[in-house]
DNA sequence: GCAAATATAATAGTATTACTATCAATAACG
DNA sequence: CGTTATTGATAGTAATACTATTATATTTGC
């Protein structure tokens, strides 16, 4: 999978950025560099001033590329769900018995990434932990509708009905498929930042754990 | 409930505040117009400046009472957290059976605020927006091990643990109890920030169905 | 190979934010 | 009635979040 996915352009949504970043090295390494950053010292006290410094170049030049911290953010998520979405289909396509493949989904979309898949500028591993750190961030403004209605949350969404469906045919009965999707998606999140930082209210302590979580709750709760 | 909850003072940790708002008129008023104004405008356009315009009253007296607008955020959430304990356990002391008192909790901690439960100078309707919209804004930044060090957290993750002890009376042998409560507090309010504004990923669409949700999620999980 | 177009860097400047400090005015309290 | 605590007013600083302008590179298209 590695050489498939360094091949691939990821697509973002062209609202999100003032200049698409992968058309020029200062863009690669502005994202490159950002995800570096935030990661380090947090995206409420990341600013464009500072990304500057870090990758030797001008505050204004990056304003070419992001209108503000909370686009580049969005874009950043945007990636990453697009990255998801495309791993999710590279395991779920051939499976034909569809418990498999609601097990291999959840399994993709809830476990921990260790490992850095070979994308050149982007480090799968450390935005990764971006998005569990800082992903509710990218939806929970005053702006949330407006953008929605400009996608920039489409391919979340996208992601999330996707595995609806095979929640679907694993149980057509099911009257809540959308919730229990959502509320697994964004609650693995959520434990492996309780992992990290509340653990008196989590019972996951590894990468395992999380998903075995909610790998027994799906099978439990669509029986 | 009412009145006996109109004449309870909720217990904030005194590390939050520089000076307790509940000692002045001032401090009730940065409290009870806060709410509105976050309401309003969103945390992150939300100013002590702006607030003091609102009070008729001035910025630099605001910051008396609260360091900054993150540790007012991390009160009023403290608050919230205290109300639901006491909601929490009025409605479910004297109840033998676990699985209803279960069902009462998790009643109680998924379902929308739609009444003001005349607490003077506090809106828990508009209290409960602000926490759907802006509560992981509290936990989720780099700061997180230091305040969770200093008891910020506590009141949440007590109540969290309070409901935890009534599943592992349910069922002592589910081997998720913690993650299985955190995901279903926490869940709950994303369900509802859902249905208010992305409501392609969830079924839920007014109070009861977020409330039905998990109390069938639980119900089958732990049988 | 050179002119034109494009991208980047450097600098400056503005409005707002997030505070801190000081001092005067007022209210409360014993 | 005087002391103390509380609030208000004003001023000031450093950082943030930008925008605008101009100079300098770099690319590319003919």
């Not at 697509?11 to 380090?40: Q, R």
């Not at 870090?54 to 990453?80: C, D, M, P, T």
């Not at 395991?91 to 291999?104: Q, S």
């Not at 996707?162 to 694993?170: A, C, L, N």
Request: glycine share 4%; net charge neutral; proline share 3%.
């Amino acid at each position: 999978m590695n050489t498939i996915l360094s091949n691939l352009k990821i697509k973002v949504n062209e609202k999100i950025y003032v200049k698409d970043p992968e058309t020029s090295p200062l863009g690669k390494k502005i994202v490159e560099k950002s995800i570096l950053l935030i990661d380090e010292i947090g995206f409420d006290n990341f600013t464009f001033k500072k990304l500057g410094e870090k990758i030797g170049s001008n505050e204004s030049s990056i304003y070419r590329y992001f209108e503000n911290k909370h686009k580049l953010l969005v874009y950043l998520s945007s990636w990453y769900w697009s990255w998801m979405e495309y791993k999710l289909v590279f395991a779920t396509t051939n499976i034909v018995d569809p418990k498999e493949k609601l097990n291999k989904a959840i399994t993709i979309v809830t476990e921990k990434i260790t490992d850095n898949a070979n994308t050149e500028h982007i480090n799968e591993f450390i935005l990764n932990k971006i998005i569990i750190a800082e992903f509710t961030k990218t939806v929970q403004t005053k702006e949330v509708d407006q953008e929605n209605k400009e996608g920039f949350f489409l391919i979340y969404k996208r992601v999330i009905n996707r595995i609806v469906g095979i929640v679907k045919e694993v149980n057509p009965e099911y009257p809540f498929p959308k919730s229990l999707v959502s509320t697994i998606v964004e609650g693995s999140l959520h434990q492996h930042f309780l992992t990290e930082h509340l653990k008196t209210i989590t019972d996951c302590n590894e990468s395992v754990s999380t998903t075995e979580f909610y790998l027994n709750l799906a099978k439990n709760v669509l029986r």
